[in-house]
């Protein structure tokens, strides 16, 4: 049985491996990853592509034959409408090249039994 059903935003911001937080020098999916804990959003995960290119069309694969050194990165989070749009700004600051998408998504959560009830509250 799942708990929480409902819409849900979907934030995908792409970047680059090699990109940097403009404040800390961190890797930047790992400053955003950080960013999007410490406010306790519901969860993010980090994608590594194998091959693709942006903007400049310069191709970025794995591929010995085409090996870059900065592959696409994905960091995703689902939350709500307003708490994408509360970070959006503290986000726009750290990056200082890329795109992000934000989508609707329809949520089906499903969570551990642990005791009586495994459903999530919202």
Known sequence: MHGLEGE???MRIHIGERDKAADTGRPLYQA???LLRSRQYAGATVFRGIMGFGA????HTDRFDYLSSDLPIIVECVETEERI?????DIDRMIGGGLITLERAHVILYRPEHGAS?????
């Open 8 to 10: 849900r935003t979907l």
């Open 32 to 34: 955003l990853v950080e």
């Open 56 to 59: 400049s069309a310069k191709l």
């Open 85 to 89: 749009q509360a970070i959006l700004p």
């Open 118 to 122: 495994s459903r999530a509250r919202t």
